[in-house]
């Protein structure tokens, strides 16, 4: 099995920034995909931001100029690096990994971290 671990969540004034991190263990052959959602109370579950394994990045337009998404390959671990921070995004931010757990799988296998709390508040 794989485990995604989330850290770095607290509390944050506007305007100020927070460094998430996202670390990857298990049986894992290869990451591909790894992405940030974010989900505050009564909304839905929405796309923060994806990096491709290679480094390719896209980015949901509310965060876009303000949030940086990377990893770190050797590390499997993926940050994002939230800058400029509203009360807007105030939300549990969960990380998502599509993993090729063995050297013989075919495609992905899809898992989820426990979720850190990001609060934006004066």
């Known amino acids: 099995q794989v485990q995604l671990v989330e850290s770095g969540g607290g509390l944050v004034q506007p305007g100020g920034s927070l460094r998430l991190s996202c670390a990857a263990s298990?049986?894992?052959?290869?990451?591909?995909?790894m992405d940030w959602y974010r989900q505050a109370p009564g909304k839905e579950r929405e796309l923060v931001a994806t990096i491709i394994r290679g480094g390719s990045t896209n980015y949901a337009d509310s965060v876009k100029g303000r949030f940086t998404i990377s990893r770190d390959n050797a590390k499997n671990t993926m940050y994002l690096q939230m800058d400029s921070l509203k009360p807007a995004d105030t939300a549990v931010y969960y990380c998502?990994?599509?993993?090729?757990?063995?050297?013989?799988?075919?495609?992905?296998?899809?898992?989820w971290g426990q979720g850190t709390l990001v609060t934006v508040s004066s």
């Open positions: 298990g049986s894992i052959f290869s990451i591909n995909y």
């Open positions: 998502r990994a599509m993993v090729q757990t063995t050297r013989t799988s075919y495609g992905y296998l899809e898992f």
